[in-house]
């Protein structure tokens, strides 16, 4: 059995060798237009690839019911939006926290969480970059701005961290970063608006 956003489809598993050839058939069959799948149950439990084409290593014949539930494109967008304000002040609040630590001498508790802060920031950027290509957002200005005053003090502050120079690091996470990552704030309530907008 076939699902596809609560409705049963005519597709059978049994006619597919592995998951990923019967989600490719499905969903180009199906022609989901302006939906993005957002989520796959397999026998009921959840699906996700955790390495690239997971899905054609996955035999059909233990499998007897795939469930495909997908979202409109402005729907996700606007969950997006949602989602990278919480990012901003995740942001804000963990470059507080990393600075504090550099000048408190704590190197080793300060570079793990730095680390994570330059993981957190490296994916906030290639999702505002993604949503400004895909949207054909025309706040473009602020947000090009953004990306590029980022991108700069992000490429400083890994120079600053090969030098091993703690204090001048401190000093850029709390007098650059958190000024320009609350600058954020603005533009990515300018993305939702634009795209509440386009709903």
Known sequence: ???????QTDFNVSNFNNLEDLLVKVIKDRDLGERVVTDVLVNEESFSEIYPHQAEDVDTSD??????????????AMNITRELYKVVTLMSKGGSEVAELFRQGEETRALEMYQDLLSVVRDFMNTV?????????????DLDKGIEKLSELFSEMIEVQEKNDWNLLADLLEYEFLPLVDTWKKIVSELRAEVRQAA
């Open 63 to 76: 499998i007897e019911k795939v469930e495909i539930r997908t979202m409109d494109s402005i729907t996700m």
């Open 1 to 7: 059995m076939i699902i596809i956003d609560g409705h």
């Open 129 to 141: 970059t993604v949503l400004k290509q895909d949207y054909q957002l025309t706040s473009q200005e």
